[in-house]
């Protein structure tokens, strides 16, 4: 594949949620022609006042690109922008790419990268780390599942978003990077939560907690990004809960394919099922303080 440049290469795409807003934007800022669409319009209008044009399907974004992304929520949602009516495969023309950036089944990227093949058209899955402020900074690891030589080609629309940019292996390779993410975020956000309620019943200065701890060897993203957040009582998204419950279904649904047990991971997947419960299904990832607290029948105050 040829490398994609401004002025050369037409963008789509499709979904403008708390990442793909941010992304399809730095996308937009590098010059390039830019095709968007998202189920709730309004959503999109921010990147139509800096020039993108909108497209009333998907299959119609899939019609005026070269490389489409995608970064909806679920595997089901993916399917359907991409497979049912109206959706990219019934829009795309050969020589073009499909990019699904969003978090998914390692299963489900194959079975695009096998059903697009067969149109002579490419796929390759690229999800993402680094949360709604790295999507903002562009500063996003993106871990890449998918053809060599594809992935070489769109190398420099991966730059416009990410810094760390890894090719992991075939289609699907790179869900399973982003898997690993996930099983590791998963028992560390139990640890800050923990970590949290702990210095509180000690009667420690929280903030003076998470300086010490945040740069020290236990330091990490979630402790120094979100621990804040908690300490103000702000639970806006960031990552929501049920994406993460989706994303542990996922690796939980792997790992016993592969017949491995990964206890921590089940035990925040439950965890996070209790934060679901609780009704911050739509809440960020640091709401699982919440279902703590509850446990120890604590409730910080805000500071
Ligand atoms: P989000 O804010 O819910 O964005 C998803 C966007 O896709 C929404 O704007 C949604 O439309 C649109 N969409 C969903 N289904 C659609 C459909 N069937 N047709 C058309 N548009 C559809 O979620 P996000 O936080 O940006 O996350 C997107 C993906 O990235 C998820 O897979 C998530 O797990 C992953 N991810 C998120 C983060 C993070 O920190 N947020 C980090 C890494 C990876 P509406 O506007 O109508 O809802």
């Known amino acids: ?61 899939a019609r005026r690109s070269d490389v489409i992304f995608t970064m909806v929520g679920f595997p089901a949602d993916l399917r359907q922008v991409v497979l049912e009516t109206d959706g990219v495969i019934h829009g795309v023309t050969a020589g073009s790419v499909l990019v699904d950036m969003g978090t998914g089944e390692p299963a489900l990227a194959r079975e695009l990268y096998e059903t697009l093949q067969a149109r002579g058209v490419a796929s390759v899955d690229a999800p993402v780390s680094g949360g709604d402020i790295g999507a903002r900074n562009a500063s996003l690891s993106i871990m890449i599942g998918g053809d060599a030589e594809v992935v070489a080609g769109l190398m420099p629309l991966f730059q416009c978003m990410g810094k760390l940019i890894i090719h992991h292996g075939p289609a699907g390779a790179g869900q399973h990077a982003k898997m690993c993410n996930q099983v590791l975020i998963a028992s ?17 200065d929280l903030r003076k907690v998470i300086e010490s701890v945040g740069s020290g060897a236990a330091g990490s993203w979630a402790i120094n990004n979100l621990g804040p957040r908690i300490l103000k009582r702000d639970f806006d998204p960031g990552f929501f809960v049920e994406h993460f419950l989706k994303d542990m279904g996922i690796a939980l649904a792997e790992a016993g394919r592969m017949g491995i047990a990964l206890p921590g991971l089940a035990l925040a997947h439950q965890l996070y099922q209790s934060v679901k419960a609780l009704g911050h299904g739509r809440s960020g990832t640091q709401a699982l303080m919440l279902a703590l607290e509850r446990m120890s029948n604590v409730e910080m105050p805000a500071v």
């Open 1 to 61: 594949m040829e490398p994609v440049a401004p002025g050369k290469t037409r963008v789509g795409w499709i979904g403008t949620g708390v990442m793909g807003a941010a992304m399809a934007g730095h996308i937009r800022e590098a010059g390039y022609e830019l095709t968007v669409y998202n189920r709730t319009r309004a959503k999109a209008e921010p990147l139509l006042a800096r020039g993108a044009v909108w497209a009333p399907t998907p299959r119609e974004v």
């Open 188 to 204: 560390s956000m139990i640890s800050v939560c923990e970590c949290l309620l702990y210095g509180y019943k000690a009667g420690l």
